[in-house]
């Protein structure tokens, strides 16, 4: 029976070095004595003759140049299994290694054992890694002299051997601060410069400052009572992590206290409904609407669309933002929903994106005062978030919802060309759902001397952060957009609508 002794830290290269050359000699896996160091049991073996003690180069098991292959996916299973504190974790996976000589797609045998418990085990180490990153509480400890940044300690109890595997997640993400994780299995330190990584077990400095009471204020202000659920609570954040979490205190507290804060929290929303629930209410309880005869003029329909509550967006928009332009448009522009400019103004485009459209189509030559401008959508759809309103596309059932007003504007205006800016009016104008992307820049018929031209939405051209390519794709929303008042411009070339339209092709 071979005996090997190994430190056990974590390290894979350790463990890989002894394996191979048994694995070589055809070692079987029941010949094999595997021990560690780390190990509470490794002790008791420390000082046997008869043990190979890899961690002086000069005692290691014999090696030889002969090469082994193993599939990949056994290397990244055993770079996180043996990080796992289980004694057994070297021989099983020898055993897994010895077998995949014979056995290739032993890895893809779920039911196996062997292979189901290195799963597990990764599954247990990367857990352990997760609760790392989640709950490492930095505390700042003396500045001292001659540090010119701040420094900051912390301490962590581990299940496995994750410290290293660990680290450069730290070292990336609190890379402008020098701090020092210690653990009872081993200790990680960034200085601005350099990771390094202890496997020397560290003990608990038992620190606190004023962060402690920035931890707790935090989570109270974030903890929700009306979403509490303890058992997930509990897995997420298990007790064991609990001791040294400065928030934890809180805790038994927040829980025992929620059901109250909920009763608490529904009374006062019960006597202050926000306005935007009262409007909600309101069209739940209407009257069914009775069908109006059709408006004759857009006048008429744009008082009607000032009142509309087809759908839910009414209610937290100022206003309903209806087309305008004259009724005999030869071109009619369409857009997605009013932005938040718009939605305060009662117009559409008059916001950055607007901004972009006007420019273009100033530079191209199609006059806004002889165009109709619209938009799929005429109630501003956003998240409020802080004091901003945060646009948010509107969905398939608004748009079809919407959809009322527009073909009545398309009715009343009988524009010749239709420009569908963006995938929400093209969505709208031919009830598809085909990429913006195949129909670019093409002119379709949709109705008997209807012409449906497609491009891209101006605010797309604002969010393109690359500047070559940004200049790119507004060159060609210009060339789309000249196409559009080119078409308009042989259909009216004196302003007012031709007579002669016959003779338009588009
Ligand atoms: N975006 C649109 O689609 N329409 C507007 O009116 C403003 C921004």
Redesign the pocket.
Known sequence: MATVLLEGRGDLTEWREAARPLLLAGTPPRGIDWRCRSDAAGDLFGADAGVADLSSPGRAIVTSGASLTVPKAFLSLAQAVICHSDPLRFQLLYRVLFRLQGERALLEVVSDADVAQLRAMEKSVRRDCHKMTAFVRFKEFDIGEGHARRRFLAWFEPDHHIVSRVAPFFQRRFTDMDWIIATPRGTAAWDGESLSVSTEPAENPMLTDSTDMLWRTYFSSIFNPARLKVKMMMTEMPKKYWKNLPEAGLIPGLIAGAEASVIAMAERAASEAPLFHQRLQAVAQAEPEIAQPPAGTLEELREEARHCTRCALHCRATQT?FGEGPQDAAVMIV?????DQ?DLAGR??V?P??AVFNKVAQDVGLDRKDTYVT?AVKHFKYEPRGKRRIHQKPNVGEVQHCKWWLTRELALVKPKLVVA??STALMALTDSRQRLADLRGEMLQIDAGQSLLVTV?P?YLLRIPDEGRRMEEMARFRSDIARAAEFGRKISPAGGRSSAMDDIRP
Request: proline share 12%.
């Open positions: 933002v857009g997605e929903q009013p932005g718009e559409p485009f916001g994106a607007g938009n800016m963006g939405h605010a």
